[in-house]
């Protein structure tokens, strides 16, 4: 299982990487009985761990289980995704609540609603051969089989991310001399802010975007709105995302995310694709051989049959999305086709807007940043080879990974200001843009997290 997770974190400017912990330093309570006994750890077969007593007694050993909150308030590892047994954010837990649907006790039912991101479904789609469409509708079926009532797209979501991030980089750039908040970093990515807030805290946050990522507005989206058109409480609705990547199970358990009034959170279960693909052949199914049904058109701006995309790279465009949108708003330049300069390698590009041949990006004085907006993904080429993804068998992984990025680009693009679904959400639901509705349900904060030393993490 350890192999599906995300591996280092390279720092640009730096020559060092940082790795997740080799042992968690959280500690474990450990229940001790009164007396002195002498006892001996056998080792099964199947990996359990059995404590047998001098009297020749023996007694299964629990798993110490460590919450994703525990995670989230400790400072000993980096990702924090890793090594670590995370007991309610896997795919058993989403057949746990499916189990609970089919008993006689209705206080136990819950509607089951599943939001798929666009690169998980590419991953599989290129894992089984066929185009996304086709993959999209072979996964509605699968999922509605196994007792899912509702299966969304996560790319609806992220036109409000991609709107929101373009109105708080207008903002930032100009408010910037009282400020000094740019350059604005991007927040998608939860293994960099789970990085950023253990590592530099309240240096960094600033610069962070408060946007929420798809994948939480999503949360706000099924928890809220679509709660209300379904005549539900948000605790009545068991929300799951398959995502890409095992950090995305960390983003969900935030207490930001969490409803104290109906003790509920937005985002209730993330199975990656990795997960997917594991429950399929605990099915005993391909998906090649799934049956299809129309795609559904809520949440998705998009006619029946009809998958929508956005322009930009595999992690959702933010940089393209605010570089035109800035260009245009800012500085009255169309930008159509943007040339993407190569850095010290394919992972690190920039970008530059001229203008009357003056580079508006300037050169600042040494050791001041000259950007204004980063795009940061922890993993190497971004979302798309997420760790939770579906790694290759029988090809290279670099080939492997270009099937997939060409089928991410399949989809056709749309403009997030063309989608009218979401216009119309934004007043219908929100109350308009800026409103404090949609600041409540589009924004989220960060947070320093404190080193703690303890005997824990001293390497002896």
Known sequence: MASHFSGVLQLTDLDDFIGPSQECIKPVKAERKPGKSIAKIQIEDDGSYYQINKDGASQKLEKAKITLNDCLACSGCVTSAETVLISQQSHEELYRILHLNKTDDLS???????????????????????????????????????????????????????????REFIRRFERQKEEKTLPMLASACPGWICYAEKTHGSFIIPY??????????????????????????????????????????LEASRPDFFNQEYETRDVDCVITTGEVLRMLEQERLSLSDVTSSPIPTLFSGAAEDELLGHQGGGSGGYLEHIFKHAARELFGVNVEDITYKPLKNKDFQEVTLERDGQNLVQKLKRGRCSYHYVEVMACPSGCLNGGGQVRAEGEAGKDFLQRVEELYGSTRTELPEANGEVQQLYETWLGGSGSTKAEEALHTQYHAVEKTNTGFNIKW
Request: include cysteine; charged fraction near 20%.
């Open 108 to 166: 136990q039912h819950k509607l089951v609603v599943v939001s798929v991101s666009p690169q998980s479904r590419a991953s599989l789609a290129a894992k089984f051969n066929l185009s996304v469409t086709e993959t999209a509708k072979k996964l509605n079926t699968f999922f509605k089989q196994i007792g899912v009532h509702h299966v969304f797209d996560t790319t609806f979501a992220r036109n409000f991310s991609l709107l929101e991030s373009q």
């Open 208 to 249: 962070i975007s408060n946007t929420k990522s798809p994948q939480q507005v999503m949360g706000s989206l099924v928890k809220n709105h679509f709660a209300q058109e379904m005549n539900l409480r948000p605790d009545q609705i068991y929300h799951v995302t398959v995502m890409p990547c095992y950090d995305k199970k």
